[in-house]
């Protein structure tokens, strides 16, 4: 039994093919990335503290969900621990709202603390690796990682000024430059 509807494409080919026409659009959203990279790159503070009420945003958002969640909860067990993980996404948000700042210092350290941890889990797996797979590439992946944590880590708590606001301006511009590479790529094949 099948049912069919007009909600969009159903193939790879035929959603291509329906986004040819907005190249133009994705190419312009391309510039538009590339540019706010740019200028995160130009303002890191300004952009540090962007990117921390951008996450004290989608905390409470998540916080909120939670909580909603927790009133479909089959039990009380169940619906109070929902509760908690929402109160406390939502009072994270909020310190991250209040105090961007503070909020930018501790997600700097997790953020350090996390590249030396991924880096040398990473580094670890590169030597479980059979020969003859990039095992080369994911060793120095994991040396680059672990290096970077280790230099936000040296440099803490001063790093936590420009630390995600670089971070936030390299993705700006890697998503930026996708975009336009998509967009152009679309125009070509019109």
Not at 60 to 75: C, S
């Amino acid at each position: 039994m099948t049912t069919t509807d007009n909600t969009g494409p159903h193939s790879l080919g035929s959603g291509v093919r329906a986004l040819r026409p907005k190249w133009g659009w994705i190419v312009g959203f391309g510039v538009f990335s590339l540019i706010a990279g740019v200028i995160a790159l130009g303002s890191t503070v300004i952009a540090t503290a962007s990117a921390v009420y951008i996450v004290g945003f989608m905390m409470l958002f998540a916080g909120a969900a939670e909580i909603v969640a927790a009133f479909n909860a089959k039990d009380w067990g169940h619906r109070l621990l929902w509760l908690l993980l929402g109160a406390l996404y939502v009072f994270a948000g909020f310190i991250c709202l209040q105090n961007p700042f503070e909020a930018a210092t501790i997600l700097t350290l997790l953020l350090g603390i996390a590249l030396i941890v991924g880096g040398l889990v990473r580094i670890f797996l590169a030597t479980q690796m059979k020969h003859g797979t990039p095992w080369g590439w994911v060793v120095f992946s994991g040396i680059l990682s672990f290096l970077l944590g280790l230099i936000i880590v040296a440099q803490w708590p001063v790093s936590s000024f420009f630390v995600l606001g670089i971070f936030l301006g390299i993705d700006l511009i890697f998503i930026g430059s996708g975009w336009i590479t998509i967009g152009l790529a679309l125009k070509k094949h019109t």
